[in-house]
């Protein structure tokens, strides 16, 4: 059995648990648990919930469960000039290097977090990141995102060798969120991420080498979640970073 991110851990027991509590000292079993999707379902819940809830409790009691077809929306987000934006108003160091490393590498918050300092290779402006799954990827940086880190490194008083240190996902998604609600742009990390998959395509760069970069293991997923934008819509992403 794979290892599961912390994040993805928590999600799964945050569903267990919810499965455990609707089952009210009752064993479970297959039955109660296809009984409970489709509560879910008659809740209202998104295929892309019922799915999850799907996926941990197989997991954890090993129920073979019917899949549910993910649902993906067109994603939100924002033009290079508000990027720009976002990281020149900053309120301290630790945003301002968290959102330009967010949208420089199209990497999720996670894989950014766990970034340690032998992650980092100086010479050639490349990182090496852990994707979903486990597995590690190298992930190249531009000279902007290699200036951010160097900066932040140099100034952020510690020894630790892990980039970031203790700071943990909760706690930067809520310093992002409070800084994006302050600067009166609405803006999550993975919307960083979704920009910058956005800014390349329009750039030129061929699907398939964007795939790569944001660490997808299908092309498939990267053509169902950005295959959707008209020519006119990406017009802003003309302009480089």
Not at 37 to 61: I, Q
Not at 138 to 156: D, N, Y
Not at 167 to 181: A, V
Request: charged share 35%; glycine share 8%.
């Amino acid at each position: 059995m794979k290892k599961l991110r912390p994040l993805s851990e928590r999600t799964y027991g945050y569903h267990v648990r919810k499965f455990l509590r609707w089952l009210g000292g009752k064993e479970p079993t297959r039955e109660l648990a296809l009984k409970y999707l489709e509560e879910l379902e008659k809740e209202g819940k998104s295929r892309n919930t019922l799915g999850v809830a799907r996926n941990a409790l197989k997991r954890e009691f090993g129920f073979d469960l019917p899949s549910y077809k993910m649902e993906f929306k067109e994603p939100k987000y924002l033009d290079v000039e508000t990027v720009r934006k976002l990281v020149e108003k900053a309120p301290t160091l630790l945003e301002k290097t968290i959102i330009t490393l967010l949208f420089d590498t199209g990497c999720r918050l996670g894989e950014i977090l766990g970034l340690t300092v032998d992650d980092i290779e100086w010479d050639t402006g490349v990182i090496t990141v852990e994707r979903k799954g486990g597995r590690r990827e190298r992930v190249k940086v531009s000279p902007k995102g290699m200036e951010a880190l160097r900066e932040w490194l140099a100034r952020r008083q510690s020894k630790d060798r892990r980039v970031f240190m203790d700071h943990d996902y909760q706690s930067i998604y809520y310093r992002l969120r409070k800084f994006s609600r302050e600067v009166g742009i609405r803006f999550t990390p993975h919307m960083l991420r979704h920009s910058r998959v956005v800014h390349l395509l329009k750039s030129g760069v061929p699907l398939e080498r964007v795939s790569d970069i944001v660490g997808h293991t299908k092309l498939e997923t990267t053509a169902k979640i950005y295959g959707r934008f008209r020519a006119e819509d990406l017009a802003p992403y003309l302009k480089e970073w």
